[in-house]
């Protein structure tokens, strides 16, 4: 009986090894590495979409890559995956997408890669790094195919402004009764996903979203699983956007380490700390080559005394209404001659759009025509901020200007009130900061 056992295992590993190297061969685009084929006693797996989350891993990774770490970024244009490091990997099933920006992040391909892992051993240890509006690949990955919450962790990152996973209560009539019924729901849902039952994914079916699944009760997730963190960028910003009277849950979360602040500037300089940034540049795509002239940075470099000034566009769609109201009726051309006449002297002047919509032709033409040299809207504006000296930003107030070190924002777009309204911003670093807007009759360029 005993040799018996012994041979269902080995055919056991053998099967889920096969299913592995199949996937393998069969989806990954030619990036794969030859060690997808084994299995591993702890995997990393990380998929990503949003800014905050894909920066925060990326800055991240390693502390984490001792162990086997595979990787999908939705924008994929975001990651050099060539230049991974040393033992990260593009993960299997992160296929091309019919849309250039973007990764496909395909379900059934990432199931049968944590499952074909724990078959082949069942003391596999997974580290899952999720944005919070995916947590339902735990669901699909790990409860629905038997993986023990024993044998695998969660890290989540906060998807853009503290504020909005705290409306869905602080904008509710009755918060304590909606995040007890999301608690219920999500617990229902594992309950479900735990014994087969498929209909767990119609509490949270979104069929508007590209990956079906828009599980976003972080909340509720973190008050179902202990082995879980959700990292955000201003713990008190959190609180305090949440209604009172669910802070002393958020209280308890945060007392437990269940919530974790952890800013883009402190991970930056960690980074700085292990001398890994020469790493960091070639798989964020700000650095190309050895040579000083292969860099983000070298064009910034203009040999005219001048600073850099970084402008953060958004949506192309935003930009070309003008129903835009932050900054008035006004069009992005519009905005940037403003910028140009007011700044022009004293700063190289540098684009970088929203990362979803990459800078078309006639945007680009607009862009040579006034003198602002574009720059690859796949790269974090962060890194150019925080990697380089005297780079300075002002465009449309955003997550982005949560990084700013006092003095670094030179303007913003909209008045004073529309950056106040960016929760986790502090505001003392913002005391020179211009602000330039269109009020209907006449523009303003000034302080508020």
């Known amino acids: 009986m005993k040799r018996e056992n012994g041979r269902q295992k080995i055919l056991w590993r053998m099967l889920a090894l096969a299913l592995v190297f199949g996937l393998v061969l069969a989806g990954c685009n030619g990036e794969e590495d030859p060690g997808y084929s084994t299995y591993h006693k702890t995997i990393n797996v990380a998929m990503i979409n949003a800014t905050y989350p894909v920066l925060s891993f990326a800055l991240s990774i390693f502390e984490i890559n001792e162990d086997p770490t595979f990787v999908a970024i939705e924008r994929k244009n975001t990651f050099d ?14 296929t091309k997408s019919g849309n250039t920006n973007f990764f496909d992040i395909d379900k059934p391909a990432y199931i049968n890669f944590v499952t074909g892992q724990y078959l082949a051993d069942k003391e596999t240890k997974f580290n899952l790094y999720l944005c919070d509006r995916l947590m339902g690949l735990i669901l699909y990955g790990m409860v629905a195919n038997g993986i023990p919450e024993t044998n695998y962790t969660v890290t989540m990152y906060l998807d853009g402004a503290v504020y909005q996973p705290a ?3 602080s904008a509710d009539s009755d918060p304590q009764s909606l995040y007890d019924k999301d608690c219920a729901d999500v617990r229902t849902a594992f309950e479900k996903a735990a014994v087969g039952d498929t209909s767990w994914t119609d509490l949270f079916y979104h069929p508007d979203s590209r990956f079906e699944l828009d599980l976003y009760y972080p909340l509720a997730v973190l008050n179902r699983l202990d082995n879980i963190v959700w990292n955000i960028h201003n713990i008190e910003a959190f609180k305090d956007a949440m209604p009172e009277v669910l802070r002393d849950e958020v209280q308890a979360f945060i007392d437990t380490g269940k919530i974790q602040e952890k800013t883009i500037v402190q991970q930056v ?9 020469t790493e960091l540049e070639y798989m964020l795509k700000l650095r190309w080559g050895e040579a000083e002239s292969e860099s983000v940075v070298a064009q910034f470099d203009k040999d005219n005394a001048k600073k850099t000034l970084l402008v953060l566009g958004t ?3 935003l930009e070309q209404t003008t129903t835009q109201s932050q900054a008035g009726a006004v069009l992005i051309p519009d905005l940037l001659e403003q910028v140009k006449n007011r700044y022009e002297a004293e700063y190289n002047l540098f684009y970088k759009g929203h990362p979803q919509t990459p800078t078309d032709s006639p945007k680009l033409n607009s862009l040579n025509t006034m003198g602002f040299t574009d720059l690859p809207t796949t790269i974090p504006a962060e890194t150019m901020m925080l990697f380089y000296d005297n780079v300075y930003v002002g465009g449309y107030p955003g997550s982005t200007f949560v990084s700013s070190a006092a003095g670094q924002t030179v303007f913003s777009f909209g008045p004073k009130s529309v950056l106040e309204a960016v929760a986790g911003i502090e505001m ?19 302080k508020e």
């Open 81 to 94: 995956y060539t230049k991974l490091p040393e033992n990260v990997y593009l993960l299997p099933g992160a």
């Open 167 to 169: 409306n869905r209560y």
């Open 269 to 277: 300089n960690a980074v700085k700390d292990s001398g890994k940034m």
């Open 315 to 317: 949506y192309t769609n």
């Open 428 to 446: 003392e670093n913002f005391a020179d900061t211009e602000y330039i807007y269109y009020d209907s009759s006449s523009w303003h360029i000034r």
